[in-house]
């Protein structure tokens, strides 16, 4: 099979060459040249069934003789294709034959491949993409999990006894068959299943990439479901943030000095709100504040996200600022690093970064307990956790402080905060987003995405930081989010509106959540134009045994030591340390059968969301009260609970968003808790997510009893600011 396809970067020719599917591509300022490629030798299956393709250099590329070699190459995609053409920058520098093989990958081959080459897979009406699962219906019973038997211990007694588990092997040994870890051995359904390492999926489109401009133009406020000023319970949006300042009613500035008395740490008597943050810069955040605000009296502000404050989860570098992890250790060479990828598009956009939040300790939990840097209480109800591990900026939205901030999500660590906390949380698909170059704590689970107080802001936040990085290996690859101006597709009556339950998942939340969700799907039936289909789901228990013995061997992978570790996190470091390579493997094997099953899924219903509660229980209660809060708590049986629906997405890569339906009954205190539903849907169908979620906040505004709630935490910054001296 042969491909002829022409690559312009400029008039001059230099050579020809014979490339695979990829030619090399550099960020560095280039001469312009032209060169083309005439035969692409693919071997063996067709492209869309191969990892490796098999080129020979056969004429001279820049300057260096070919040798006559074969190498074998990873397939990749192009930079730009349009109309039969390739164009890309060339590189600075003459490349050695061996890193024309290796390094430097253009982004879209695979696209043109697939659309000029038969496929075995790949039905010619699909949608196309990169390292899908081969579809295969896995039929093995649904199986309810065992209950677990995790000890919950608490105070003294887990600080003393961490220290004893983590030096000494049989109590761990003893701890890890507890886990039931081990319960993947000699299971026959696995013995011919290839394991799978990595979940990105990539979509394959032929769209136009507009600029992130588009995405945060004064335009994109003009969304008709934002929802209306008079709204009960309403959350203010990145819109109402422009809107003032365009309007005169205030000035970024304004905003920040209202806020920072709020959330600093070194106050006098600080307030609640401050213990979601770990660090401010003062310095930075008013310099970022004075120059949007001097764009607003230049009437040329960059967008709709110029001088909105936002904040960062701690995990993710920020020049500027040091990264603890939740740790007491900087992991940043005292902030000198270089900005994520992700959080530098906000800034280019105009956001105002307002510091850093706390993190439960690794992101090893789902309560956000930090005996290291304090534990925000919810704000609806502070006997409850905010949810974890990206509590702090969780609290900070739900507290009304910020329209949105930064979560990484390992194990629901977006979703579930979102969901304690009442907002909005969307799990991006696995590799999109770029938090380059921070290190990701889970690699295989872990993905980076936003939390906010409306949908509008949720959409708009993860347009921008979705931007396709060039640098980064599997989000270069990714198409750019469309634009809000296209958005109409998710509210189309064309829009495939199929919600998939599992019903005896389902059925496995406590009365009050299972009872808003089913309302919620009621709704969206009746008055949103839905369908449902039963569905069947194997594998839960297994699949969530395997998930949390991969994130928890990928983190303990990076601790070679649990000291100065909170004692919880001493104990899961140290039994995560006792995984085999046996019991990791059988995990891998666990996520192809997952993902080969949602493929079917997938492809047999386009368009389906697969919809459950975010979490089974109403809220986190602090059981143990100020005690917990002081030496933390180890409680794996409630870990394991809180996290039965998010871990799917994490686990195959699928994207995910938590939506807010309702509210339960506290077990102490005042203030109900929210509950939310989930929906998750196909690799790379965030679009399909935002419809919604749209549809979900409608009923949330509009047909619950009651509507919204705000917490008693809520603070109205807009008010504050406009009646503060700075404006």
Sequence with gaps: ????????????????????????????????????????????????????????????????????????????????????????????????????????????????????????RIQPDAPKFFNYPDPKNVDIPYKSPDAPKNPVVRGLPLY???????????????????????????RPELEDVPPRYDPTVIPI???????????????????????????????????????????????????????????????PKPTPHAT??????????????????????????LGVLDGVPVSVKDEVDVSGYKKRIGTTVDHSNGGRCETSFCVAQWEAAGAVVVGKTTMHELGLDTTNNNPNHGTPLNPYNPHYYTGGSSGGSGYAVGAGLLPFALGADGGGSIRIPANYCGVYGLKTSHGRVSGRPTPSLA???????????????????????AAPDALHASSSLFTSPTSPSALTTTTSPTRPKLLGICQPWLARADPPVRAAV????????????YRTLDIHLPLLADGQSAHALTILSEIASGRPSTAGLTPANKVLISVGSRAGAVDLLQAQKVRALLMQHLAQLYRTHPGLVIVSPTTPNPGWHISGGPGDLKYGVSDGNMSIRSMEYVWLANFTGCPALSAPVGYADPVEGEGRVPVSVMGMGEWGSEDALLGFGYDVEEYLNGALEGGRQRPGAWVDVLKLAAEGPSK
């Design 1 to 120: 099979m042969f491909l002829h396809e022409e690559i312009l970067a400029g008039d001059k020719p230099i050579s020809r060459t014979v490339l695979s599917d990829m030619l090399v591509a550099s960020k560095r300022a280039a001469p312009d040249y032209r060169y083309r490629t005439e035969k692409i030798v693919v071997d063996g299956d067709s492209m869309a069934s191969r990892n490796i393709i098999t080129v020979t250099p056969v004429e001279e590329f820049m300057g260096i003789k070919p040798t006559g070699e074969t190498f074998e190459i990873p397939q990749h995609t192009f930079y730009e294709w349009e109309e039969g053409k390739i164009r890309v920058p060339a590189p600075a520098a003459a490349l050695t034959t061996q890193e024309l093989q290796s390094s430097l990958l253009f982004r879209r081959s695979f696209y043109v491949i697939v659309n000029k080459m038969a496929s075995n």
């Design 160 to 186: 003393y006894g961490a220290s004893l588990i983590s030096s000494v092997g049989f109590i761990q040994n003893h701890l890890w068959s507890n886990t039931g870890f081990n319960r993947l051995r000699g």
């Design 205 to 267: 489109t032929s769209n136009a990439e507009p600029s992130s401009a588009e995405y945060t133009a004064v335009t994109a406020t003009e969304n008709p479901r934002i929802p209306p000023a008079d709204a009960n319970g309403r959350f203010h949006s990145i819109h109402d943030y422009h809107e003032a300042y365009k309007g005169g009613r205030t000035t970024p500035t304004a905003v920040i000095e209202a806020l920072l008395p709020l959330i600093r740490r070194n106050e």
């Design 276 to 301: 979601a943050w770990i660090e401010l810069r003062e310095d930075l955040i008013l310099s970022a504040a004075a120059a949007s605000t001097e764009r607003y009296k230049s009437g040329k502000p």
């Design 443 to 465: 690699a295989s689970t872990g993905v980076l995405g936003p939390i906010a107080a409306n949908m509008a802001d949720l959409e708009v936040a993860y347009r921008v930081m």
């Design 518 to 529: 089913q309302k919620t799907i009621d709704h969206l039936v009746s008055t949103r134009g």
